[in-house]
T-cell receptor
Framework: SAVISQKPSRDICQRGTSLTIQCQVD?????MFWYRQQPGQSLTLIAT?????????ESGFVIDKFPISRPNLTFSTLTVSNMSPEDSSIYLC??????????FGPGTRLTVT | SQQGEEDPQALSIQEGENATMNCSYK?????LQWYRQNSGRGLVHLIL?????REKHSGRLRVTLDTSKKSSSLLITASRAADTASYFC??????????FGQGTRLTINP
């Protein structure tokens, strides 16, 4: 299984500001995914990030709000831009193994005041 | 969009009893995966069952898959207090997208 770390683990931010979340994997992976989990809810896919190409966003998520970088096969960042209280969620990075198991990082708990 | 429906939404049992959670989905799948989440932390991968498999075991976990009914179940035997968590099923749609159910909150009472 892959070992995934995320920074920061949690943050409290002012509305209107932006936060960049980092995701580091201990092995090279082709596909990385970013999910959001709103309070008391399940996980929703934000976007799929493949190295060397632009991220693919799910319906309801746009690049201007959630820009993603994928500079290499072990690292990705997700930025939450111009934050509002509705962006308060846990953001999780995820990767898929060759056997199709999908593993998740510990998450970044974001609170927007 | 979320397509999985989990049943029940919440389950409370006594330590030592078995816990059964169910998951239904709507579209064809390549595989179905079960996860555990403790208190809003990251997800722990429990087990993956492929669409051509009917049952799979891992320790105290038993997963079944019925593709004709588009449903799966997760059985945890001899439950422990440490099993208290939220459990999610997720289905792989097509080649890329893993879609999650709403989850079952399991509470094990000592």
């Amino acid at each position: 299984s892959a070992v995934i770390s995320q920074k920061p683990s949690r943050d409290i931010c002012q509305r209107g500001t932006s936060l960049t979340i980092q995701c580091q994997v201990d092995s090279q992976v082709t596909m990385m995914f970013w999910y959001r989990q709103q309070p008391g809810q399940s996980l929703t896919l934000i976007a799929t990030a493949n190295q060397g190409s632009e991220a693919t966003y799910e319906s309801g998520f746009v690049i201007d709000k959630f820009p993603i970088s994928r500079p290499n096969l072990t690292f990705s960042t997700l930025t939450v831009s111009n934050m509002s209280p509705e962006d308060s969620s846990i953001y999780l990075c995820s990767v898929r193994s060759g056997g199709h198991e999908q593993y998740f990082g510990p998450g970044t708990r974001l609170t927007v005041t | 969009s979320q397509q999985g429906e989990e049943d029940p939404q919440a389950l409370s049992i006594q330590e030592g009893e078995n816990a059964t959670m169910n998951c239904s989905y709507k579209t064809s799948i390549n595989n179905l995966q079960w996860y555990r989440q403790n208190s809003g932390r990251g997800l722990v991968h429990l087990i993956l069952i492929r669409s051509n498999e009917r049952e799979k075991h891992s320790g105290r976990l038993r997963v079944t898959l019925d593709t004709s009914k588009k449903s799966s179940s997760l059985l945890i035997t001899a439950s422990r207090a440490a099993d208290t968590a939220s459990y999610f099923c997720a289905t792989l749609q097509g080649a890329q997208k893993l879609v999650f159910g709403q989850g079952t909150r399991l509470t094990i009472n000592p």
